[in-house]
């Protein structure tokens, strides 16, 4: 059976992996999220996921995050 795949979407990001890509350190990816700069969501009390698409748009958006 010849089965289409399903479209491949980006996984959301830690928030060690947000501040990676956007070149900034996890307390200041934390105040970005505060700030409602971020878009993220929380799978456990100690786990908080970003919005890979929010990383993205600021990132495009050339702001300065540090």
Excluded: K
């Excluded at 700030?35 to 698409?53: D, K, M």
Aim: aromatic letters at 6%; one cysteine or more; a positive charge.
């Amino acid at each position: 059976m010849n089965r289409t795949p399903f479209p491949t979407r980006r996984a959301d990001l830690s928030v060690a992996e947000a501040a990676e890509q956007l070149n900034c350190d996890t307390r200041r990816v934390y105040q970005l999220i505060g700030q409602g700069h971020l878009q993220s969501y929380r799978l456990a009390p100690r786990i908080t996921r970003v919005r890979w698409e929010s990383v993205e748009a600021l990132r495009a958006g050339e702001r300065s995050v540090a």
